[in-house]
């Protein structure tokens, strides 16, 4: 198991911008497929975005075109930049790596809140 733990949520206005980042210890996350997904108030936890082993990236159709995941195995990191933002994407961000299944979904992070005002 690796440990993750994210940063950067926040508050923000509808049409802000904002990065979230996930740190993986415990093991190189090179070996694990990533994945952020959100929980919005009322509705089930959803995944948003994925990034494989090879760096192959996969988002959901709500968030495609603003959203970019990017993994950077030298640090042990997955960012999530969040563009264009809207209230719809309201929620708790949390991280996820995995080294078998898809998506990703065997060891999660805490989560952070992002708040987008309308």
């Known amino acids: 198991q690796v440990q993750l733990v994210e940063s950067g949520g926040g508050l923000v206005q509808a049409g802000g911008s904002l990065r979230l980042s996930c740190v993986v210890s415990?093991?190189?996350?090179?070996?694990?497929?990533m994945a952020w997904y959100r929980q919005s108030p009322g509705k089930q936890r959803e995944v948003v975005a994925t990034?494989?082993?090879?760096?192959?990236?996969w988002y959901a159709t709500s968030v495609k075109g603003r959203f970019t995941i990017a993994r950077d195995n030298a640090k042990n990191t997955v960012e999530l930049q969040m563009h264009a933002l809207t209230p719809e994407d309201t929620g708790v961000y949390y991280c996820?790596?995995?080294?078998?299944?898809?998506?990703?979904?065997?060891?999660w992070g805490q989560g952070t809140q992002v708040t987008v005002s309308s």
């Open positions: 996820a790596a995995d080294p078998t299944n898809w998506p990703p979904r065997r060891d």
């Open positions: 415990g093991h190189t996350s090179a070996l694990y497929a």
């Open positions: 990034v494989g082993k090879g760096g192959v990236t």
